[in-house]
């Protein structure tokens, strides 16, 4: 019976609003199935016109996977056209813009055990220039991912990516091609009747990083974040002159991110960790008193540090997990460490915790670094229904 083995739905949709503006939609979805094969294809197509503009959107997304003894062989692509014109001459404008991304990969059949994938993928960006789509920049990506899943307790997930991103466009064709490397690891115990849940994950790579560039603005008073303090009294605005406002009647501006088209090739290392101890498990009805009064606690603890370098020939470098080094080589880092006390957590009649974190950040922006660093202590203590 070939409905068993094809499926597939078609739908429309129209929407007008006089004669201003008109809009109509496809959608198509289908399927096959026959043995070890399966494909799927999803597309919809939008059309609108008003009195000013016309656009077009057009996005399919298909797949194939044929299974071959203990192995799967998967195809999949994505595209998407979107193009928008101005009346009456119906000339593109600049925001329109095409992609066409294709996967090509190996599994394994066995998603209860050990997961294994091989891949190779490639991407291609157009940009409307001069009112016409050209192309933009391509991507191509190469790499393998594991994951170990078997042992409920011991779950662990790695992979390693490579990436080569050509520039096409008129104004960058004469960039070098850029190349990045991603590596993974992520391993998440769970131990001793769930007393120790953790995860572990660390990332380490190469790629470009953006200089960033701020400006303030002036707003109505209370509205901002910000106020400017003439320090050398030259009476010009200078950004390293802007500071958090204490009080609101000085909180008059606001920092307005610009991006930039300057970039700086960077190494980056991510590391976290987090760990929640529940000494609860352990309690039963013949617990001793100490066992019982130590089930009322719990803690949780989470750090995470992420640093980008300048390039440098190191895959890793050593001194990660220094947070008060400037380095000059430094680029931009962001440390994170909460640590939090609970007792009696889900008790509706007494109960506290308490909360220690320390957050830095280091930012490269175009007229140099900034750097800024937090440290909150917080209590909170629940008595009936009442917070205080």
Not at 7 to 12: A, E, H, L, P
Not at 54 to 63: E, I, L, M, P, V
Not at 241 to 250: G, H, I, M, T
Not at 291 to 315: C, G, H, P, W
């Amino acid at each position: 019976d070939v409905f068993k083995v094809f499926t597939g739905t078609y739908s429309f949709q129209q929407f007008t609003e006089g004669k201003s503006f008109i809009g109509t939609k496809h959608n198509l979805s289908n399927q096959l199935t026959k043995g070890p094969l399966r494909a799927t294809y999803q597309s919809s197509f939008l059309q609108s016109k008003d009195l000013l503009n016309s656009t077009s959107f057009y996005r399919h997304k298909s797949g194939v996977n044929l299974k071959v003894k203990k192995m799967q062989l998967n195809f999949s692509d994505e595209l998407e056209h979107n193009m928008f014109h101005l009346l009456p001459n119906d000339s593109v404008l600049n925001r329109s813009y095409q992609f066409w991304e294709w996967e090509g990969s190996v599994t394994n059949t066995d998603t209860t055990g050990n997961y294994l994938k091989l891949f190779y993928k490639e991407r291609k960006d157009l940009r409307a220039y001069s009112r016409v789509l050209s192309d933009s920049a391509s991507a191509q990506n190469a790499g393998l991912q594991f994951n170990l899943i078997r042992f409920r307790n011991h779950v662990l997930r790695t992979s390693f990516t490579l990436r080569q991103l050509k520039f096409l466009g008129p104004n960058l064709a004469g960039n070098a091609p850029n190349n990045n490397m991603v590596s993974r690891f992520e391993y998440a115990p769970k131990l001793w009747k769930g007393f120790l849940q953790s995860t572990v994950y660390f990332e380490s790579g190469y790629g470009l990083e953006l200089k960033r560039e701020f400006s303030y603005i002036e707003v109505a008073a209370g509205q901002g974040q910000y106020y400017w303090n003439d320090y050398n009294g030259n009476g010009i605005k200078e950004l390293n002159e802007f500071e958090l406002a204490l009080y609101p009647d000085q909180a008059i501006y606001i920092r307005v991110w610009t991006p930039t088209n300057t970039y700086v090739r960077v190494n980056r290392d991510q590391f976290s960790y987090s760990m929640f101890l529940r000494p609860s498990v352990f309690k039963k009805q013949n617990s001793s008193s100490f066992v019982k009064f130590m089930s009322r606690f719990s803690t949780q603890t989470a750090y995470r540090i992420d640093k980008k370098n300048q390039a440098s020939t190191e895959l890793l470098r050593l001194d990660l997990f220094d947070v008060r080094s400037m380095d000059t080589s430094l680029i931009a880092m962001s440390y994170n460490f909460r640590q939090a006390l609970f007792f009696n957590q889900s008790s509706p009649v007494f109960g506290f915790d308490y909360t220690y974190s320390d957050n830095r950040n280091k930012q490269l922006l175009t007229n140099g670094f900034e750097a800024r660093d937090v440290l909150l202590h917080e209590l909170h203590v629940q008595i009936g229904r009442a917070h205080v």
